[in-house]
C-alpha cells in the first residue's frame, strides 16, 4: 500500500530518472538494506505490490522489492524540511515553499519549519514577478513594499488574488488544496482547460513531467500562467464509477514501463459508456493503487470482484498554452 502522506507521485519509470530530484540528509533519510549488502538512503516516495520508488540525491529510482532485505523508516518532520532545503538551494521556492508547509503540518509547532515557509512566499512572489528580471531588481521590488510601508504578505497574497484571476481568465480554471494535491474547482464551459477535456474535480498530479504533490493552489497557478505565450503538458486523475454488466467491463489492459494502460475498450462497454477512453492509465481501483501490479491480479480484481460496480482512477494529460 502506498504510504498516505510521503512522497512525490510520478508519471513512468522514465520520469524517474528524468527529475532532478532534491538531495537528502542522511541524517533523516529512510535506509534501504538490499540483498547484496549495499545500504541506500533517501526517500520512500511510493511503495507497489513488486517495487518501491526512492528519491535520491541522484533522481527517483525504482528498486524491486525481491531485492530488498529490509526498510528502516524515518518519518519527522525534518525529512520534509531537508527536501525543502534542498529546493530552496536550486532556487526553486514553490517546491520549497510546499515542503515547509509539509513539515510544519506534520508539526504545528516547528518554528524552523514557519520560519522558512515565511521567507520562501516572499521570495517565491518576488521571484515569479513580472516585470524586474535580475535577482536585483527582485529583491529592489520587495525592498520598496517595505519603504512604502506596505507588508510583504500583504503585496504577496494581492500577487496570489491577481494569479488566481489570470488563470481564470486564460485557462477558464480555479484551483482548490485538499490534502496534498491541488484539485480543479472550476472550469469554465469553453475555456482552454475544458475543451482539453478538464474538468471539475479532477486532481492535478503533474506538469511537464515534475510532480504537483504537496504545492499550493497558488504555486501551481503561478506555474500555469508564467512564462507567457508558451505551452506545457498538464496530468491528471479522473475517477469513473463503472456498473458491471455480465461480469465484464469492456475493456482490454496491457502493462508497460508507466503501469497498467487501456489498450481497448468497447464502444457499448460498461466502462467505455463510463468515460473511460483508449490510452487512460488506471492508477487505482477501488483505492487500491493498481501501478505496475501483474497485470493478472489487476485482471482478477476486476473480474472476481463481487461488487455491482468498480471505482476507477485513470490518469491522462492535455496540452495547454500560457496566454
Request: glycine share 8%.
Amino acid at each position: 500500500m502506498k504510504r498516505v502522506y510521503r512522497g512525490i507521485f510520478f508519471i513512468s519509470l522514465t520520469v524517474f530518472f528524468l527529475i532532478s530530484a532534491p538531495v537528502l540528509s542522511p541524517v533523516f533519510a529512510d535506509t534501504i538494506l538490499l540483498k547484496n549488502q549495499k545500504m541506500l538512503k533517501g526517500l520512500v516516495v511510493e511503495k507497489h505490490a513488486d517495487r518501491l520508488i526512492l528519491s535520491t540525491e541522484k533522481g527517483e529510482i525504482p528498486i524491486l522489492l525481491s531485492g530488498v532485505v529490509s526498510i528502516k523508516y524515518d518519518d519527522s518532520e525534518q525529512n520534509f524540511m531537508q527536501v525543502g532545503r534542498a529546493y530552496e538551494a536550486k532556487n526553486k521556492y514553490g517546491e520549497a515553499l510546499a515542503y515547509y508547509d509539509k513539515a510544519l503540518e506534520i508539526n504545528p509547532n516547528f518554528d524552523e519549519a514557519r520560519k522558512a515557509g515565511s521567507a520562501m512566499r516572499s521570495r517565491f512572489w518576488a521571484q515569479s514577478t513580472e516585470g524586474p528580471q535580475s535577482e536585483m531588481d527582485k529583491q529592489q521590488a520587495i525592498y520598496d513594499i517595505w519603504g512604502q510601508g506596505r507588508s510583504p504578505e500583504i503585496a504577496v497574497k494581492k500577487k496570489m488574488s491577481e494569479d488566481v484571476k489570470k488563470l481564470s481568465e486564460n485557462l477558464g480554471l480555479t484551483l482548490i488544496k485538499k490534502g496534498d494535491w491541488v484539485y480543479v474547482k472550476e472550469s469554465r464551459q469553453k475555456g482552454d482547460a475544458a475543451l482539453a477535456g478538464i474538468r471539475r474535480n479532477d486532481r492535478l498530479v503533474g506538469m511537464d513531467a515534475d510532480s504537483l504533490r504537496y504545492l499550493g493552489a497558488e504555486v501551481v497557478a503561478k506555474k500555469m500562467i508564467a512564462p507567457r505565450y508558451s505551452s506545457f503538458v498538464l496530468e491528471y486523475e479522473r475517477q469513473y464509477r463503472i456498473e458491471k454488466k455480465s461480469g465484464s467491463l469492456g475493456l482490454e489492459l496491457n502493462l508497460d514501463s508507466e503501469g497498467i494502460v487501456v489498450t481497448k475498450a468497447v464502444l457499448n462497454g460498461a466502462a467505455a459508456q463510463a468515460g473511460v477512453r483508449v490510452g487512460d492509465r488506471v492508477e487505482q481501483i477501488n483505492g487500491e493503487s493498481m501501478r505496475y501490479t501483474p497485470l493478472g491480479r489487476v485482471m482478477s480484481i476486476i473480474n472476481d470482484s463481487k461488487q455491482s460496480s468498480l471505482v476507477l482512477s485513470v490518469r491522462r494529460s492535455a496540452m495547454l498554452t500560457r496566454r
